[in-house]
């Protein structure tokens, strides 16, 4: 029977010597039979398919066996010796001479009986030797035994060994195969760079194994919106080619070929995005994650791997630096905003150095008396030249630069600092709220710096209160309450800021032991307009109470939201309806003036 008879066209067979053989592929490898008796040709063929064995490739001339084995990539060469155009000793030391074929399995098949040629045949590199007339059984096993090695071989050369997916060497291969397809076909390519959020925490937080557990299932939700997306619309005899790879512990990278357009990507973005979101259930822990996208289009972003790779990497990194949960096309003006984030760090450190923050209060008023129950801090950068410059453009630079733990220190000591000045001073009730960002919180040093702010100061521990976020407390339930209460047992309190915006399960939220719950300013912004946004904020005032905990609105703007809050028993009111946040000389005024 003939191989284009027994080859079926329901998938197509990609290069094992480049891309590697897995296991489930060895009745699909490709044989390459080289030997200039076509009845030889024909016999061995279906000794192997009534093995199983499908692809074939079968050569008579011996002098277009390299042409055809360039072309035609095989996973195994059957190779004679004895061949009147070229010898079967010339052409194995033509394949060994050939860089990504020098491990190329050939397995000699051959009628002589030289008594040199089998071992000077292995000296040159053959894999194995069998003699003519073969036995049926033992060239199947010896093909098979010599494919399952090459899949093992092939799966630590090309493969991640924690996920499965192709690695770096691969993925360039994928990446190279798919720019000659998008350059053949006149259509573009799409590489997506894609980066998980605050993976580094899971690591430090809840240990290596669990991090390892989690890689393996984003690269299996990553591999389902793939496959998802490769059914539409794409014939089986040019299937669309996709390609992923895991190139670091937290960095994957999708190759989309033959797109129909450049928002292809985009849709493909948005569902791995949501997949990640999904919350990742690990030893019956709940653990949620977030991650940026970027994307480098061929031949727009670039007509060379270098400048693709490079260019969707510039494109996440932007992503990143605007927040989490995003995506981003490379566009050329990215360079010039790449090298102000660059300045931006550089003068960051500077300032971390030179102390060129500054604090501000922004006053908590009691909801019924109208006095002044404390403050949130709040961090401003001066720049000796550029002046003001906004938190919202340098507080994630710093935490992604890892920055924010030294300036968290510093703003804990000053601020308990001033605090206590205050309080000697007769405002003897003030209790300071102070942000605590993600990566202080994972920070093992985070109790140590407290207690170290609280000594520098001698503020009493009774008048800090650190505000942390729901997406903090994500993932190992037991160790964050751990972690609060060896805190709290230093007599601080907790606030949860942002609350009703994050993922937390409410179940969660009674074993956590926080003292204040602070309303997200966008529940606050329709109110008293809006049903819907009434609703949500007398429910999280009635649950925060039953719980035994106050209750902070902060963005408060407008009279009928104070009166809407004060009339539902919220505890605490922050916004610019009493005061914006003002620095230490304003705030004092205001204190002032406070009774």
């Known amino acids: 029977m003939k191989a284009s008879n027994k080859i079926t066209n329901t998938m197509a067979v990609n290069s094992h010597v480049q891309e590697g053989l897995h296991y489930d592929d060895l009745k699909i490898a490709k044989i390459m039979m080289v030997d200039d008796e076509p009845i030889m040709l024909d016999i061995v063929q279906a000794l192997l398919e009534e093995g199983g064995y499908c692809n074939f490739i079968k050569v008579e001339h011996s002098s277009k066996a390299m042409m055809r084995l ?8 059957l190779l004679d010796l004895d061949m009147p155009e070229v010898n079967g000793f010339d052409l194995l030391k033509a394949v060994r001479q050939q860089e ?10 051959t009628a002589s009986e030289e008594p040199g040629n089998k071992l000077k045949a292995l000296e040159m590199g053959a894999t194995d030797f069998l003699s003519k007339p073969v036995d049926p059984s033992e060239l199947v096993l010896r093909i098979r035994n010599t494919l399952a090695a090459k899949a093992y071989q092939d799966q630590l050369a090309y493969y991640d060994n924690l996920t499965g997916l192709p690695n770096r060497k691969l993925f360039i291969d994928h990446l190279n195969r798919g720019i000659d397809m998008a350059k053949r076909d006149n259509k573009p390519l799409a590489l997506l760079d894609v980066g998980l959020d605050r993976f580094r925490q899971i690591n430090e937080t809840l240990g290596l194994y669990t991090g390892d557990i989690i890689l393996k299932l984003v690269a299996q939700r990553l591999t389902e919106v793939i496959r998802s997306y490769d059914v539409v619309g794409h014939a089986d005899t040019m299937k669309q080619m996709e390609s992923m790879a895991r190139l670091g512990a937290d960095e994957f990278s999708i190759v989309l070929c033959g797109v129909n357009s450049v928002e292809n990507a985009s ?4 569902r791995v995005l949501d997949v990640i979101k999904m919350p990742f259930i690990v030893n019956g822990t709940e653990i949620f994650l977030t991650a940026n996208i970027g994307i480098s289009v061929y031949p727009h972003d670039g007509e060379e791997i270098e400048s693709l790779i490079k260019h969707a990497g510039s494109a996440k ?13 490379y566009s050329s003006d990215m360079n010039t905003r790449t090298r102000a984030l660059l300045k931006m760090e550089s003068d960051l450190r500077k300032a971390v150095k030179n102390e060129e923050f500054e604090l501000y209060y922004q006053p908590k008023v009691n909801s019924d008396s109208g006095k002044v129950m404390g403050m949130e801090c709040l961090l401003r950068w001066i720049h000796p030249d550029e002046g003001f410059i906004s938190p919202d453009d340098f507080i994630h630079i710093a935490e992604n630069m ?5 300036i968290g220190e510093w703003v804990l000591k000053q601020a308990c600092k001033q605090t206590r000045e205050w309080v000697d001073a007769g405002h003897s009730e003030l209790k300071l ?8 919180f994972a920070d093992a040093g985070l109790k140590a710096s407290i207690e170290s702010a609280l000594s520098y100061s001698g503020l009493d521990p009774k008048h800090l209160v650190l505000e942390i976020t729901e997406s903090m407390l994500m993932g190992n339930v037991d160790h964050f309450v751990s972690l609060l209460m060896d805190i709290k047992n230093l007599g601080v309190s907790f606030s949860l800021d942002d609350f009703g915006t994050g993922y937390s399960s409410l179940s969660y939220l009674k074993r956590f032991p926080i003292d204040e719950l602070k309303i997200d300013r966008s529940f606050l912004t329709d109110v008293p307009a809006s049903k819907d946004d009434n609703s949500i904020v007398r429910a999280i005032i009635a649950m925060a109470h039953s719980l035994g905990q106050k209750v902070v609105a902060e963005g408060v703007e407008h009279t009928e939201q104070l009166e809407f809050l004060r009339q539902h028993n919220c505890d605490i009111i922050q916004g610019y309806y009493f005061s914006k946040p003002l620095d230490s000389t304003g705030f004092l005024a205001y204190l002032s003036n406070d009774k």
């Open 70 to 77: 360039l072309n035609s990539k095989p996973d195994i060469l």
């Open 100 to 109: 990504d074929y020098q491990f190329l399995p050939v397995i000699i098949l």
């Open 267 to 270: 849709s493909i973005c948005k």
């Open 317 to 329: 990194d932007f992503a990143k630096n605007n927040g989490t949960d995003n995506y981003q096309y």
């Open 402 to 406: 890892g920055l924010i733990v030294s």
């Open 433 to 440: 709220s102070v942000n605590v960002s993600p990566r202080q």
